[in-house]
C-alpha cells in the first residue's frame, strides 16, 4: 500500500511542477510583453504627403503636419522603429532634442552614406545596434519634418508620469532611467525563473532518489500482497510503446510533413540567390575602394547613370591607379596578366534578373534618383560582395507603391498629379501611381 501512496506522491509533484511551469511563463510573457507592432506592408495610397505647413526643416504643431507625419511613420518607420521603445532600432522619443534637422534629414535618406563618411554619432548608432543597417528612404525634406513633428507629438501624449519609460539614448550614450528600469525588471524575472526551474529540478531529483529508496526497503518487507509486489516490480516497458500503432502512426505523420514541408520550402525557393556571395577571380574589397576611399560608384560602372546595365569595370580602368598603386601585390598581378594575354577578367555574376523582366539602371539612377545602397545594401561594408535583396517580383512592387516621385519642375507630371490628387486627396504620388506596378511595365 506505501507504494501505491508513493506513486499518488509523484503524481503530485508532478502536477505542482507543470503549474508553476505554466504560472512562470504566463507572467514573464504578461509583465515583459512588448507592444506590438504592425508588420502589414504599404498599400498604394496609404501614405500620406507632407503637409505644407510643415516646413522643411522645422517641426510644426499643425495637426495636418502631424496626420501627415503619422501616415508616413506607420508606412516607413514603424517595421523598425517605435517612439518610446526600442524595437530592431532605436526608440525615436526626443529625437529632435538629440540631433538637428539638419543631421537628421540626410541620416534618413542615406545612413549608409554618413556611416561611410566617419559622421561621430551615425558610426556610434551603427555599431551599438549591431550594425544593423538602415535603409535609404526616398523622401523630401518636408515629409521627413513631418515625421518627426509627429514623433515629437506623440512622445508628449505616452510619455505619462515623469520616471516613466521614454526608451531615449541620451547623446552621451547612457540610458535613461526608464529604460534602465524596464531591462532590470526584465532581468529580475528571468533569474526568478531560472532560479524556481533550479527548485524544481531539484525536487523531482530528490522524488526519483527518495522512491528509489523506499522501493529497496519495500523490498525487504516480507508482510506484502501480491498487488504491491507488482507494483514495486513494475518496469515501463519501452519496446511495447515503440510497438504501439498510435507511436508509429505519430512518427510516420510528423515525418512525412517535414518532408513536405521542406519540399514546399524548397520550390518555392527555386530562383531565390538572396545571399549569394562566390568567391571572385580577383579579390576586390568594396570595403577598400567604396568604403575607405570613398571611390564613387560611377567612376568604376561608368554606365549605371546612362544605360540599361551598370557594366563591370573593365581592366583599363583598375589601371588608371594600379599601374602605380600596389603593383606587386599577387591580386594585382593577376589583373596585369589579363592585360598581357588579352583576355576578360572572369567575374562571377552576382546579380541576376530573369530575362522575362525589363530592368533600367539609368531609369533608377538618373531618373529617380535612388541610392546603389538601396538596392545593393551597404555595398560600401562589404569585403566580398553578396546580393543584399531578394530582387522579386513581390520586393520591386512593394517599392514602386511606396517610393513617391520626384515631380517638381517636371511639367510632363502636371496633369497626371492633378488627376491623381483629385481622386486621392493627400495621398503621394507613386511609382505606381505613375502605372508603375502594371505588368506591361516590365514584361513585354
Known amino acids: 500500500m506505501n507504494s501505491i501512496r508513493l506513486r499518488s506522491l509523484s503524481h503530485l509533484f508532478l502536477t505542482l511542477f507543470l503549474t508553476f511551469a505554466a504560472v512562470g511563463r504566463s507572467s514573464a510573457q504578461t509583465v515583459g510583453a512588448a507592444p506590438a507592432v504592425s508588420k502589414e506592408g504599404v498599400v498604394p495610397g496609404a501614405t500620406a504627403a507632407a503637409a505644407p505647413a510643415a516646413a522643411a526643416g522645422t517641426t510644426t504643431g499643425d495637426a495636418a503636419a502631424i496626420a501627415a507625419g503619422d501616415a508616413l511613420f506607420k508606412g516607413n518607420c514603424a517595421q523598425c522603429h517605435a517612439i518610446n521603445d526600442v524595437v530592431v532600432g532605436p526608440a525615436l522619443a526626443g529625437i529632435a532634442k538629440r540631433r538637428p534637422i539638419s543631421w537628421l534629414i540626410p541620416w534618413i535618406k542615406n545612413s549608409s552614406k554618413m556611416v561611410a563618411s566617419g559622421d561621430e554619432y551615425a558610426v556610434k548608432i ?28 506623440e512622445e508628449g501624449k505616452t510619455a505619462g508620469a515623469p520616471g516613466a519609460a521614454t526608451g531615449i539614448t541620451p547623446k552621451d550614450g ?48 516480507k508482510d506484502l500482497d501480491g498487488r504491491d509486489v507488482e507494483q514495486i516490480e513494475q518496469r515501463f516497458d519501452f519496446a511495447k510503446l515503440y510497438k504501439s500503432p498510435v507511436v508509429r502512426g505519430l512518427a510516420v505523420g510528423i515525418f512525412a510533413l517535414v518532408v513536405l514541408y521542406e519540399s514546399v520550402q524548397g520550390v518555392m525557393a527555386i530562383g531565390l540567390t538572396q545571399g549569394y556571395q ?15 576611399h570613398e571611390i564613387n560608384c560611377a567612376y568604376c560602372h561608368t554606365s549605371v547613370y546612362k544605360s540599361k546595365s551598370a557594366n563591370i569595370p573593365s581592366a583599363n580602368i583598375c589601371m588608371n591607379c594600379h599601374s602605380q598603386i600596389k603593383t606587386e601585390s599577387p591580386e594585382i598581378k593577376k589583373i596585369y ?10 567575374w562571377v555574376r552576382i546579380h541576376n534578373i530573369p530575362d522575362l523582366a525589363y530592368f533600367n ?19 560600401q561594408n562589404m569585403e566580398v560582395v553578396y546580393q543584399y535583396s531578394a530582387l522579386t517580383m513581390g520586393w520591386c512592387i512593394n517599392c514602386h507603391r511606396e517610393t513617391p516621385l ?21 495621398a503621394p504620388f507613386t511609382v505606381s501611381s505613375n502605372g508603375g506596378t502594371e505588368c506591361s511595365k516590365c514584361h513585354y
Open 337 to 346: 596578366r589579363a592585360i598581357e594575354r588579352k583576355q576578360p577578367i572572369q
Open 126 to 153: 551603427y555599431n551599438q545596434y549591431q550594425k544593423q543597417q538602415m535603409p535609404s528612404f526616398q523622401l523630401s525634406d518636408a515629409e521627413i519634418t513631418s515625421i518627426i513633428s509627429y514623433v515629437t507629438a
Open 361 to 379: 539602371h539609368s531609369q533608377h539612377t538618373q531618373v529617380g534618383g535612388i541610392e546603389c545602397q538601396t538596392c545593393h545594401g551597404p555595398i
Open 278 to 292: 562566390p568567391t571572385q577571380p580577383i579579390a576586390f574589397s568594396h570595403k577598400l575602394h567604396a568604403g575607405e
Open 174 to 221: 547612457t540610458e535613461t532611467p526608464g529604460v534602465a528600469d524596464a531591462t532590470a525588471s526584465s532581468s529580475t524575472i528571468d533569474l526568478l525563473l531560472i532560479i524556481l526551474v533550479v527548485v524544481l529540478i531539484v525536487m523531482v531529483v530528490t522524488l526519483v532518489i527518495i522512491a528509489n529508496i523506499m522501493k529497496d526497503v519495500l523490498r525487504g518487507r
Open 406 to 426: 520626384n515631380t517638381k519642375g517636371n511639367g510632363y507630371y502636371n496633369n497626371l498629379v492633378k488627376l491623381h490628387n483629385t481622386a486621392n486627396g493627400a
